[in-house]
């Protein structure tokens, strides 16, 4: 462990804009949600009319969980925040774990670092240590604000610390994927995945009731602390040791390790490269084919789970007379699963700009590690380097938005009876989130060819246009500051008229991003 307080500063100084970037916007987002359930819904009747509507809504409790007390405003502030609240200090933990573990090693400064008087286990554990106090910070401050606005202090305590210790767990799940591979794309991927199958699991169980499901997700057991709603406090306990066991399997696999290496070896290739190896578009096809296959398969797998859940939220209507009065003059039941499905394909092209900006972001990667540099020391210009990774950024997102909306809509076809009507428009809904996504490519691009340095800031921005989408009206933000996402303007489909304008000023948008950061690429020297 020698030398663990100096690479605790050393990362702090490192990520001295990233941290408080995440603290702020985690804060931010749930405080905002207490702040405005509580002018929202003011009477405890309209507060359990609420709930009353959610436990008749599978498909609700399958994107936002289950609410276990609708008569307080702490109870519905569990409900809509802890989800979103969650996934953001996962994300934020296999980041930051993989940044500062794999991350280094693949680029040699872990060699290097290691030279000096420094303990083998002290890279991980500075990692960890400022992963893990940055997740205790959130929590304390989550506390400190949501008694403020004068909740109930137990409620407070168990909220904050049951997204305290989800982000603990799943600094514990990079910790261990960053050891079974040699590469951090690979690392962060398969932490990715262990998160969304968190999300599936805990989105199959509440939206089904078979508890089983949900106590199989870490993020499940955020909700079963039971906030404001009779708390739980061993579930904390339960997650506390998890993250203690996850933290112990990594230490035994780094020891047993070379540095620099994974556990698992990596396949060797062929004796001869096949033909299409010889230009920038095959290679490009070649280093990310695995990822396009991975998020392909995801999507088909989230999209027949909630095409399975849409024809359930018509069922919400069914012993509520007023509802269904409302809905009967707007379409009906048919017009509140639309909405259902229209807000999930939403989140679909959310998630499929993570690929568009990964893919981009491919080429920062090939940079840094100098591997580009032996690619245009041939006859190979930028622009066409470039533009080998481009086309599976920009092409990439076509199939894998296509995928969704066709599981998506043959499971849902399937269950009300016609899947060939529901087969094609949801996929083709689901390709008008495409010039949102390539929008968030460009962006990328552009900071890559003009600003190397900056490139996390497309992920930050991608995280901006979430919360922006999923919690603007609730914080009831102005207008204009919600239309800085631009998913703001993509027509809401199915159920809405589709409008040609949106989407092609914001196609242009994205080729003129592309246009100026490949410019800026040419014009630049290389890492």
Do not use: K
Request: charged share 10%.
């Amino acid at each position: 462990m020698t030398g663990t307080r100096e690479l605790i500063r050393l990362a702090l100084r490192q990520d001295r804009v990233l941290l408080p970037a995440w603290i702020l916007l985690i804060t931010a987002a749930v405080t905002g949600t207490a702040s405005a359930i509580a002018e929202l819904y003011p009477g405890m009747t309209q507060r359990v009319a609420l709930g009353v509507t959610i436990g008749q809504a599978p498909a609700i409790q399958a994107l936002t969980g289950p609410v276990f007390d609708s008569a307080s405003v702490g109870g519905l502030t569990a409900w809509r925040a802890t989800t979103p609240a969650t996934v953001l200090v996962a994300l934020m933990s296999v980041f930051l774990i993989t940044r500062h573990t794999r991350a280094e090693e693949e680029s040699g400064r872990a060699e290097l670092v290691g030279s000096c008087p420094v303990g083998r286990q002290a890279l991980p554990a500075a990692a960890l240590a400022v992963a893990m106090g940055v997740n205790l910070l959130i929590g304390l401050l989550l506390i400190v604000t949501m008694t403020a606005l004068g909740l109930p202090g137990a409620g407070a305590i168990a909220y904050g610390l049951a997204i305290t210790v989800t982000g603990w767990l799943f600094c514990g799940v990079a910790a261990i994927t960053a050891q079974l591979t040699a590469h951090a794309r690979t690392a962060n991927g398969a932490a990715l995945a262990v998160l969304g199958l968190a999300f599936l699991l805990r989105a199959g169980g509440d939206a089904s009731g078979v508890e089983a499901l949900s106590w199989a997700s870490p993020l499940g057991w955020a909700q079963r602390v039971r906030a404001f709603a009779g708390e739980r406090w061993w579930v904390l306990a339960l997650a506390a040791l998890t993250t203690a066991l996850l933290i112990c399997v990594a230490a035994a696999l780094n020891a047993r390790r070379d540095l620099g290496a994974g556990l698992l070896p990596p396949r060797r290739g062929p004796a001869q490269a096949p033909p299409y190896l010889n230009g920038p578009f095959g290679l490009a096809w070649r280093l990310q084919r695995g990822a396009l296959l991975g998020w392909t398969l995801a999507f088909a797998v989230a999209g027949a789970l909630f095409g399975a859940l849409a024809q359930s939220v018509g069922e919400v209507i069914r012993g509520n007379a007023q509802l269904a009065q409302i809905l009967e003059r707007i379409g009906g039941a048919g017009a509140l699963v639309d909405g259902f499905l229209a807000t999930v394909i939403g989140l679909l092209g959310l998630v499929a700009s993570g690929f568009a900006v990964q893919s981009v972001l491919r080429l920062h990667a090939e940079e840094t590690s100098s591997r580009a540099e032996a690619v245009l020391a041939g006859a190979v210009p930028r622009s066409r380097w470039a533009a080998a990774h481009l086309i599976v950024a920009f092409g990439g997102p076509v199939v894998i938005l296509a995928t969704g909306g066709l599981a998506m809509g043959l499971v849902h076809g399937i269950r009300s009876g016609d899947p060939s009507t529901h087969l094609l428009s949801l996929a083709g809904a689901a390709w008008v989130q495409l010039p949102a996504v390539w929008v968030l490519a460009g962006l990328a691009m552009l900071l890559y060819g003009t600003q190397p340095r900056l490139v996390s800031a497309a992920w930050a921005a991608l995280v901006v246009f979430a919360l922006l989408g999923q919690l603007g009206e609730v914080l009831r933000l102005p207008e204009w500051v919600q239309l800085l996402s631009p998913y703001a303007h993509l027509p809401q489909v199915p159920g809405g008229p589709i409008e040609a304008a949106p989407l092609i000023w914001l196609g242009g948008l994205a080729l003129a991003l592309v246009g100026l950061g490949v410019a800026g690429f040419r014009r630049r020297d290389l890492a």
